[in-house]
């Protein structure tokens, strides 16, 4: 068989969603404004940039003969995959997303999507979290996705109500003590 009938690959390709959130059951995807903003920018920068220049690159490796030991002909094949791989994956999050703008609940003491929450755990110490989607959270900023177990344990809570956040050492009792939401119009 020829060599130009055969797949090239470095088995990176076969699991393509490994390592990304899973979306819960029922497939919703809610993410905020901003976060659909940012996917969306990033799509179109793989598209409009990125991709053509590695193309470009790829072309240009290939002209110049042997591909076997070519190392910019096999690192630009390879980065072409992964720029692909991420567009597939963007296209399908951005196209089942659900925007939710938190700024309808702006002056609600109710925790929903989207509210930065202060509360208290058992050991006085207070934590301050915003309720993100799934592809936007960043713990590092203090973003949580909506199916974090401390989420899903704050969700529809009030502000002075305690709920319980089952962890790995055991069930603890968090105290809601702050819930805002970004008013309308400012910026995220």
Do not use: C
Request: glycine letters at 8%; hydrophobic letters at 35%; a negative charge.
């Amino acid at each position: 068989m020829s060599k130009a009938f055969t797949r090239e690959t470095d088995g990176d390709d076969e699991d393509e969603d490994a390592g990304l959130p899973p979306l819960p059951a029922g497939g919703r995807n809610y993410i905020t404004p901003q976060g659909y903003a940012r996917l969306r920018a990033e799509l179109l920068q793989l598209i409009d940039d990125e991709r053509p220049k590695v193309v470009e690159v790829v072309h240009w490796a290939a002209s110049n003969g042997d591909r076997s030991e070519n190392g910019d002909y096999l690192y630009g094949k390879k980065r072409l995959r992964e720029i692909d791989r991420r567009i597939r994956f963007l296209t399908k999050r951005l196209e089942i997303a659900e925007v939710a703008d938190p700024t309808l609940h702006h002056g609600s003491t109710q925790v929903f999507f989207g509210a930065t929450v202060t509360y208290a755990e058992p050991s006085g110490e207070e934590r301050s979290i915003t309720i993100v989607g799934i592809d936007e959270a960043d713990s590092l900023r203090g973003q949580v996705s909506w199916i974090s177990p401390v989420a899903r344990a704050l969700l529809k809570a009030h502000e002075g109500d305690t709920v319980k956040l089952v962890t790995p050492a055991g069930v603890q009792e968090i105290e809601v003590l702050e819930v805002r939401y970004p008013a309308p119009g400012a910026p995220a």
